[in-house]
């Protein structure tokens, strides 16, 4: 099972940018999809962006236009660039990994980073 570990998470004040990073202890090139989800406290996790390993995109509405996921198969890395940010962007935010192997699906997790946007 791969490790994902997230990074670039921080303060930064509303109309800012971050780039959050998601290092992935193995070789992501095979991996289906790779997918950023951010969760506020008595919330749901939510899918934010997702990219897959043809490199289609696809954004929730409410990022649409102001993030841009990316994904390096020979870095094994996957970034989430964050534009023009907002108080309501403020959760941690995970990396995800989905993919099939023999018709059997799995899904694998980072542990989050803490994006805070203040007004």
């Known amino acids: 099972q791969q490790r994902l570990v997230e990074s670039g998470g921080g303060v930064v004040q509303a109309g800012g940018s971050l780039r959050l990073s998601c290092a992935a202890s193995?070789?992501?090139?095979?991996?289906?999809?790779m997918k950023w989800y951010r969760q506020v406290p008595g919330r749901q996790r939510e899918m934010v962006a997702s990219?897959?390993?043809?490199?289609?995109?696809n954004y929730a509405s409410f990022v649409e236009g102001r993030f841009a996921i990316s994904r390096d198969n020979i870095k094994n890395m996957v970034y989430l660039q964050m534009n023009s940010l907002k108080p309501e962007d403020t959760a941690v935010y995970y990396c995800?990994?989905?993919?099939?192997?023999?018709?059997?699906?799995?899904?694998?997790w980072g542990q989050g980073t803490q994006v805070t946007v203040s007004s």
């Open positions: 995800r990994g989905d993919n099939t192997v023999w018709g059997s699906q799995y899904d694998f």
């Open positions: 193995g070789s992501i090139y095979s991996i289906n999809s």
């Open positions: 990219v897959t390993n043809d490199g289609t995109t």
